[in-house]
Structure formats: structure tokens, C-alpha cells
């Protein structure tokens, strides 16, 4: 048994309560490699903004359970090093499917574990989710619940058609379950394809795709049944079309790939949504670079002259996440 609070961690409780107060959002941003991690840690330490560091059970599987505990200590040791004072780094199980997963990592040095039980059955998803939150805060680790299906693929999480969260539960499913926190369903969608061409209209001008835009009435109604409750957005990578266009102008193909506006999530950061996850993003920032490097230097073979701009389009990214959309920049000094 590892606490996280002996590698340096925190829990989410803290970072959510002064969130919802002050209008912004906690960038809970994916890695599974150093490179990832390096970047996220820098734009964190730059912009001092608290940070959720999340793995999935499959990021879990390939970069292995013990390095990945390391990493994350050393995350808040290179935070330091960058002259991060006091770093608020929280590291987070994305998507755990079962209470064996959530228990290992709790056991490993997690600060806080998702439980997904959205596709089981009402009560099901309740019973579960109270289980893993019975033995986390035990711990003092946090817990994230889900409650609506959201659309798309994310590592082994994928359902074909979302259905949006249902107010009227959220108040009992929060109240029996205990869940710290809460992932909703407003449209938003996992991977770089969120929406069908059939669901978007064109924009004349461009050519590119415009999204259906979030449930924002659920999501008030969400927030009108639980007042201050900390609220989940999954799935809101925005897919900037330059990187789509830099991997599809360097041997590539994503047709037609799209996200959430900016704009939207800029609004729900200000709300009661207090934690905001973006994957696919820094996916598209690295696979960018690194095509970019390998078609103007194809002698090119080392790793690090690839890898490394990539971490700089990523460190980029991030900081722009954090700044312009999230709003968390000077909340962690
Ligand atoms: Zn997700």
C-alpha cells in the first residue's frame, strides 16, 4: 500500500470546491509516456495551474502500474525543480470499469479513481460506484461517478449513441452513491470523430464541419438540482483543425475530424463544471509534430528530434488549454 500523499499528491476536493467558486475548470489532461508528461508538467508549472494527470486503464496497462507511480512522483518533483512552489498535482484513474481496478490503483498511490459503471442498470451503477467510494475514502481519495452514456471511443470505453444525463436522478444517484464528483452526458464525445458529418452543418466559408452544440439546458438543470456539486466533462478535446490539417498535409488521413468549440467549453468552465478532459488533443499535437518531422527529415532516426517537438507542440497546447479555455492559470501559485 502506497498514499499518494507520500509521493506529493493531492485529492480533488479541495482543487473542485475553489474551482466552482472562482468560474474556472481543472485541466485533466491523458498521458501514458514521458513526453506527455514532461509537457503537462511544464505548462502546469508555467501557468502555475493546478492539474489532474489521468490514466486509463489502458495508459495503466501500457506504460505499467509501478513506473507510472513513479512518474507521477517525479512529476512533482520536476514541478519543483521548475520553481513550482507548491504544485497541486492530482493523479487520476480515468474510466476505472470494476472495484478491483479502482482498489489497485488506490492501493498503488492514486489520489483519485473514476468508477464507470454508466452502462450498468440505475441501481447497479449506484451499488458500484458506492462500493469504490466506501473503500477510497477510507484513504482520503476522491471519486468520480458517471451518470448518462456519452457517444464515441475512448481506449475501451465506447458506445455508439449517447443518452444525455437525466436531472432528475442526479440528486439521488449523488446522495446514495457518495461520488465526490460527477461526469455528465450534455454532447459532449469521446476521440477526434465527436460527430458524423450527418449531425454537423457545413460552414459555407470553410468547408469544415460545425458540431451540434452541448445541452447546456442539461446541464443547468443538473446544477439547479445539486447547487455547488462539482460536475465532469468528458470527451471535450476541441480537435484543432490545424493539427488535423498539419497530419493530413504530412502523409495522413483524418477526414473530417471534429470537436467541441472552444467557446462552449470556456462557458461550462465557469459553471459548475470544475473538471474538464482532454485526450485526443494531445494525441493530434504529437502525431503532428512527429509526421511533420518525418516528411521534411526522412534520414532523420533519432528519437529525441522527433519526440522532442512534439513535447513542444504539446507543451503548447496545454498552455493554451489552460489559459484560454479552462481559465485555472495562477489558481495553483
Ligand atoms: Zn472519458
Not at 28 to 52: D, G, H, R, W, Y
Not at 76 to 96: F, M, R, S
Request: net charge negative; with cysteine; glycine share 6%.
Amino acid at each position: 500500500m502506497v498514499s499518494y500523499k507520500e509521493l506529493g499528491l493531492v485529492n480533488t476536493r479541495e482543487m473542485f470546491a475553489k474551482a466552482i467558486k472562482g468560474g474556472y475548470a481543472i485541466p485533466a489532461f491523458n498521458f501514458n509516456n514521458m513526453e506527455q508528461l514532461q509537457a503537462i508538467i511544464k505548462a502546469s508549472a508555467e501557468t502555475k495551474s493546478p492539474v489532474i494527470l489521468q490514466v486509463s486503464k489502458g495508459a495503466r496497462n501500457y506504460a505499467n502500474q509501478t513506473l507510472l507511480r513513479y512518474m507521477a512522483q517525479g512529476a512533482v518533483e520536476y514541478a519543483k525543480e521548475l520553481g513550482w512552489e507548491h504544485p497541486q498535482i492530482c493523479l487520476h484513474l480515468d474510466h476505472g470499469d470494476s472495484f478491483e481496478l479502482c482498489k489497485s490503483c488506490v492501493d498503488f498511490g492514486f489520489s483519485s479513481v473514476m468508477i464507470d459503471a454508466s452502462s450498468l442498470p440505475y441501481e447497479e451503477n449506484i451499488a458500484l460506484t458506492k462500493k469504490v467510494v466506501d473503500y477510497a475514502h477510507q484513504y482520503d481519495v476522491t471519486v468520480e461517478a458517471e451518470l448518462g452514456v456519452l457517444a464515441g471511443v475512448e481506449d475501451e470505453v465506447s458506445s455508439a449513441v449517447s443518452h444525455y444525463t437525466k436531472p432528475e436522478e442526479v440528486v439521488d444517484f449523488a446522495t446514495r452513491s457518495g461520488c465526490d464528483s460527477l461526469a455528465i452526458s450534455i454532447g459532449t464525445s469521446h476521440g477526434a470523430y465527436k460527430f458524423t458529418p450527418e449531425q454537423c452543418t457545413r460552414d459555407p466559408k470553410t468547408g469544415r464541419l460545425v458540431p451540434p452544440p452541448l445541452a447546456f439546458d442539461v446541464l443547468d438543470a443538473v446544477m439547479e438540482q445539486l447547487p455547488g456539486f462539482p460536475i465532469v466533462l468528458h470527451g471535450s478535446s476541441s480537435v484543432p483543425q490545424e493539427y488535423v490539417d498539419m497530419i493530413n498535409k504530412y502523409g495522413g488521413k483524418l477526414p473530417d475530424a471534429v470537436g467541441i468549440p472552444e467557446e462552449q467549453l470556456r462557458k461550462a468552465a465557469k459553471s459548475a463544471v470544475c473538471k474538464i478532459n482532454i485526450d485526443s488533443d494531445s494525441r493530434l499535437a504529437f502525431t503532428a509534430a512527429v509526421r511533420k518531422v518525418f516528411a521534411e527529415k526522412p534520414a532523420e532516426f533519432d528519437p529525441r528530434k522527433y519526440c522532442g517537438p512534439a513535447r513542444d507542440l504539446m507543451t503548447e497546447l496545454y498552455k493554451h488549454k489552460i489559459i484560454n479555455v479552462l481559465g485555472s492559470d495562477g489558481k495553483a501559485e
